[in-house]
């Protein structure tokens, strides 16, 4: 992999300020990065290194799946014995053989396919779902400086550290001398994984293949924190005296307080609700989910999808409809014995490289209202990716039983209004509209 179109100027003036005071600490180091700017494109790094790297929640923009290089200079592989590197190799060729077998189109074709033009009517987007991501890709960064010390602490994590050690090496030879030297000799800490997994077990074992989406927590009455929060800013007297002069009729009034200031647009009132979410997903929306840099969200270990043996692939009904299903679910049983084989040969999580696009990860997530009805008002548009807009029209389900009010735009944009898909609208509004709009009052 190689670094390229690298500006970090503005680490200069850190990097000679550095030279004279070595001794700083990683806070008052942090606050000097924080305001610096730095972009860079990573080339040829793998769709694992990809994902852990949007983890950071950076700005970022990946190349689509849809640009796979179906070659052997298109995925990389970690340090394996000869026989080894062999049977990678072959696994990874049967999922390019795959993907490219399902994938196909009837004729050639300009610009975007849509599902009527391949042969068996599963688009590259289903299709890459059999896809490892030792797989290939480019990752184009612009992120603040403060967020270097995360890419390092990640780096140098003693488990990913082999995983990591083309990307360290990329970086410390563009950053200026004295600041990679710095961020390269911190000793970062990292948080006690089997700690984590205890604390959280009870709210992962809710979330199961039959319900992938759990609503695990959130304040009784939404509502209420939202209109309460409204008055804060407009009303002389605390919350406690408005609470007390309402009564009996609180949560009535705090409703209609709601309802008219959301209805102004103020809708930053919204985030004064918070749910905690339990979902299990593909790594394919996995990635799409990280895309929208949600701030509070625990993923599981890697190591719990390589334990849990009886976690299924998740499989695109369009692989099923295509005639693809047992060829899939054979690739995806050899795949995953091949990965608990190089767990239990190899140090350093080499197995991640064999991860499926398809194989499942669970993740904990606390999001406010106004952050999900953002979300939400793409992921339900009929032209989501279809497992993202399952997941989506499941959390709406239960985020509506909580409130309407809150949740009332959480909606694609031609449910209330037009839609702002052009020319690649899907011709269902009608349809959304008497789905998804609420009945006025």
Request: charged letters at 25%; aromatic letters at 10%; a neutral charge.
């Amino acid at each position: 992999m190689q670094i390229t179109n690298y500006e970090g100027n503005d680490l200069l003036q850190v990097a000679a300020f550095l030279e004279t005071n070595p001794d700083m600490d990683s806070d008052t180091v942090k606050e000097l990065l924080k305001t610096c700017n730095v972009s860079f494109v990573l080339e040829g790094i793998n769709r694992w290194q990809s994902t852990m790297i949007c983890e950071r929640k950076d700005s970022y923009v990946q190349q689509s799946q849809r640009y796979v290089t179906m070659t052997a200079d298109g995925y990389t592989l970690p340090q394996l014995n000869e026989e080894d590197t062999k049977k990678a190799q072959e696994l990874i060729g049967r999922a390019f053989a795959l993907y490219e077998e399902m994938s196909q189109l009837k004729e050639a074709f300009k610009g975007r396919p849509k599902r009527e033009h391949y042969l068996y009517g599963i688009p590259v987007e289903d299709a890459r779902y059999i896809l490892p991501l030792a797989v290939k890709t480019n990752l184009s960064v612009a992120t603040t400086g403060d967020k270097l010390l995360d890419w390092f602490r990640m780096m140098k994590c003693p488990q990913d550290v082999q995983m990591f050690a083309d990307v360290h090496a990329a970086l410390m030879a563009v950053l200026p001398e004295a600041l990679a030297r710095w961020l390269d000799s911190r000793a970062y800490t990292y948080e006690k994984t089997a700690s984590l997994n205890q604390f959280y077990q009870r709210e992962l074992n809710c979330i199961t293949p039959e319900k992938p989406v759990v609503l695990l927590r959130t304040f009784a009455q939404p509502e209420l924190k939202a209109g309460l929060g409204s008055l804060t800013s407009t009303r002389a007297e605390p919350p406690s005296e408005v609470l007390r002069q309402w009564g009996e009729e609180a949560a009535e009034k705090a409703k209609g307080v709601t309802k008219r200031v959301m209805s102004y647009g103020h809708t930053s009132v919204a985030e004064q609700c918070r749910t905690t979410f339990g979902m299990m997903f593909s790594l394919v929306t996995w990635h799409q989910q990280v895309r929208h840099r949600l701030p509070s969200t625990f993923r599981e270990p890697w190591e719990n999808i390589l334990t849990e043996a009886d976690r299924p692939p998740v499989i695109p009904p369009t692989v099923t409809a295509g005639g693809f299903e047992e060829a899939y679910r054979r690739l995806v049983q050899d795949m995953q014995q091949f990965q608990r084989y190089i767990a239990g040969q190899y140090d350093g999580g080499l197995w991640r490289y064999f991860l499926l696009n398809c194989q499942q990860v669970k993740i904990i997530t606390s999001t406010n209202a106004r952050m999900d009805c953002g979300m939400l008002q793409e992921r339900i548009c009929s032209n989501a990716q279809w497992e993202i807009n399952r997941i989506a029209v499941a959390k709406l389900e239960e985020l509506r039983k909580l409130s309407d009010i809150l949740y009332h735009n959480a909606v694609p944009s031609c449910v209330y209004g037009a839609c702002k898909e052009g020319k690649m609208t899907c011709g269902r509004a009608a349809e959304m509209r008497e789905k998804y709009r609420l009945k006025e009052e």
